[in-house]
């Protein structure tokens, strides 16, 4: 069950007095019509399909399975499954809900990331839907977890509950904005475990994401996960960004 905060409130009045524009080509939309994206924008959406490395789901040539990166070698996180290519109206759509405060807009994502899980069956038997966390001192500048608020509405839509069992324990850069190895080290001991390690003992879960872009955060995540019993820890983002180093 979603609640409504000041903030959201403070939203809903603001859209009976103006206009809501789409997030992606700015015309108005119709009355009662939520966005974040207007109804041709949406269509433009492009989902992320195969072929693409069944643990990453970075690009591969058609015929192979696995990316140089993840053949043959194990991962902490052990697959990781997006929802749409990171594109035009989805770049809109992630920058409404990142940097324009538009909270609709990252529930709107979940919904659509709910809808999209069907078409992953060797997502199964989760237990807990798992946020990627911000950092307290992020959280706080942009009034919410743009991760929590899809995972609520994921979590409407699949009936899997969400769990916040992994928080951030400092501030990092953003990985986009730096290379292969500082983007170990800059996650390195950036997360840990909120909850009592039996909480997470045997549990199947999937950490949910607005965009993946090399997939070392989730990595990072999953071990913490993993060093306290996990059974199995998967990761499902709106976006897949490809080609990118890990
Ligand atoms: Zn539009
Ligand atoms: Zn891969």
Redesign the pocket.
């Known amino acids: 069950m979603l609640f409504m905060d000041t903030a959201s409130i403070a939203q809903t009045v603001l859209q009976i007095v103006w206009p809501v524009?789409?997030?992606?080509?700015?015309?108005d939309?119709p009355k009662n019509h939520n966005g974040p994206?207007?109804?041709?924008?949406?269509q433009?959406l492009l989902p992320h399909e195969p072929p693409f490395c069944l643990r990453c789901a970075d690009r591969v040539t058609e015929g192979m399975d696995f990316c140089p990166r993840c053949d043959g070698k194990p991962h902490e996180c052990r697959l990781i499954r997006s929802v749409f290519q990171y594109r035009e109206?989805a770049v809109?759509l992630v920058h409404a809900f990142k940097f324009r405060g538009r909270r609709s807009a990252a529930r709107a994502a979940g919904t659509w990331m709910g809808f999209a899980l069907d078409r992953y069956p060797e997502i199964e038997g989760i237990d807990a839907l798992v946020p990627m966390p911000l950092h307290p001192a992020r959280r706080r500048e942009r009034g919410y977890n743009q991760a929590l608020l899809m995972a609520e509405t994921l979590s409407a839509t699949s009936g899997i509950p969400v769990k916040e069992i992994v928080r951030r324990t400092r501030a990092t850069k953003p990985q986009w904005a730096l290379g292969r190895e500082a983007r170990a080290e800059n996650l390195a001991d950036a997360f840990a475990l909120a909850v009592p390690a039996d909480d997470v003992k045997e549990k199947r879960l999937l950490l949910v994401d607005d965009v993946c872009t090399s997939g070392a955060s989730l990595e990072a995540c999953a071990k913490v996960l993993n060093d306290a019993g996990a059974a199995w820890v998967g990761g499902y983002s709106l976006v897949r960004q490809t080609g990118r180093d890990s």
């Open positions: 524009i789409c997030a992606h080509c700015r015309e939309l994206l207007c109804l041709a924008c949406r433009t109206a809109s």
